[in-house]
């Protein structure tokens, strides 16, 4: 005997969708950099994050502070901002990405009256009429007592 239900065309729907493509966005996850392994490493723990994660086309790249190749900063806000900037290049270059292809940063800087001195340097690794879409607030501390920590998003077309 064949029994009929009303939820059979719901179920050969759902079997369908099965095979279906994910419509999500792929996902790559980037580690980090030998310089924040590094600290880690220093500092006896073991990194909680990603340097970065691309969603799509959409780079996300964590906090960056300035820690050197050897795990540590450099002294005063001049020596760290350039780090900074450069510890963000590597990330970038590591995902095949430029500083033209960052749209958005947040800036978190330790003490406010750097904040002029930190622009100085960050406007040097954009080109004239690029500069992203920024924010910058105070904190009340920053990991590994770092003076500045910037976090990024960039645009990441597919190949």
Not at 80 to 107: H, Y
Request: hydrophobic fraction near 45%; charge should be negative.
């Amino acid at each position: 005997m064949r029994v009929s239900t009303p939820f059979a065309p719901l179920a050969l729907l759902i079997a369908g969708c099965a095979g279906a493509a994910d419509p999500r966005p792929p996902v790559e996850h980037f580690a980090a950099d030998e310089a924040m392994q590094a600290a880690a490493r220093a500092g006896g723990f073991r990194l909680p994050f990603s340097m970065g994660v691309r969603v799509g086309e959409i780079l996300y790249l964590s906090g960056v502070i300035g820690t050197r190749e050897d795990g540590t900063l450099p002294p005063g806000i001049d020596a760290q901002s350039r780090q900074v900037m450069d510890n963000i290049g590597g990330a970038l270059r590591r995902a095949g990405l430029t500083f033209d292809d960052v749209f958005k940063c947040t800036v978190m800087i330790e003490d406010m009256k750097d904040w002029a001195a930190f622009n100085r340097v960050y406007v040097t690794y954009f080109k004239d009429g690029r500069l992203p879409a920024r924010s910058a607030f105070g904190t009340d501390g920053l990991a590994l007592g770092a003076l500045v920590e910037v976090e990024c998003l960039a645009h990441a077309p597919g190949p």
